[in-house]
Every structure is written in structure tokens, then in C-alpha cells.
Nanobody, 125 residues
Framework: QAQLVDSGGGLVQPGGSLRLSCVAS????????IGWFHHAPGKEREGVGC????????YVEEFVKGRFTISRGYSRNTVYLQMDNLAIGDAAVYYC??????????????????WGRGTRVTVAS
């Protein structure tokens, strides 16, 4: 059974860091892609960035560029979202998703086919 498990959320102070993990099981992500999204209360779900196993390149949206990075683990079924210098506005539930459009040059699609359950990130002093 295809499954994505996203984890690593928690409480962090403004300016702090967290690393979220996304592990796929029951299917092989390679050569597809893993996307990261966040959903804050009262807002639309929004793409944060993605990693493409097709060319081993990542993409992050402009609003997190320079603070968030996306990378793959040694396992080809694991992708990380490293979040640094977190701000209160970054607080949300973060989801990883698999099998959607992801290009380091052209961005990412809003819809992916497989979704994790989400992990909550709280940023507060």
C-alpha cells in the first residue's frame, strides 16, 4: 500500500530551525518527485518546494528561498525539508506529497497524487 509519512514538526522559537522528513513506503518515488506544502489556518494550502528524483534537483518557492532547502536522503524514498530562520508566519501543518510536477527551472504543480498526513510546525516565543 502506497504511503507517505511526514514527520519532524514541533514547537520552535522565531529564528529557530526544524528538519522535516518524508518517507515513502509501498512504492518507489524515483523517478518521480516529492513536494512539500503547508496549510495555515484561514489560508489556502500552498506549495513550499519540491525535489525531483528525475534529475536530482530541488525547487523552493520565492517566499522561502534562502531559508528553506529540500534534499534527498541516502534512501531514494526519503526527502527532507530543512527550515531555518523560521518566522511566526511559517507556522502551519506541513505535508509532503509524491508524484507531481517539479522542476528546478519551472516550479511545482499545486496537485500531487499521494499525500502524507501532515506534521504541525508551531513558531512561537
Amino acid at each position: 500500500q502506497a504511503q507517505l509519512v511526514d514527520s519532524g514538526g514541533g514547537l520552535v522559537q522565531p529564528g529557530g530551525s526544524l528538519r522535516l522528513s518524508c518517507v515513502a513506503s509501498g512504492f518507489t518515488v524515483d523517478p518521480y518527485s516529492i513536494g512539500w506544502f503547508h496549510h495555515a489556518p484561514g489560508k489556502e494550502r500552498e506549495g513550499v518546494g519540491c525535489f525531483s528524483f528525475y534529475d536530482n534537483k530541488s525547487y523552493v518557492e520565492e517566499f522561502v528561498k534562502g531559508r528553506f532547502t529540500i534534499s534527498r536522503g541516502y534512501s531514494r524514498n526519503t526527502v527532507y525539508l530543512q527550515m531555518d530562520n523560521l518566522a511566526i508566519g511559517d507556522a502551519a501543518v506541513y505535508y509532503c506529497a509524491a508524484d507531481g510536477f517539479c522542476s528546478s527551472d519551472d516550479g511545482m504543480a499545486p496537485n500531487f497524487n499521494y499525500w502524507g498526513r501532515g506534521t504541525r510546525v508551531t513558531v512561537a516565543s
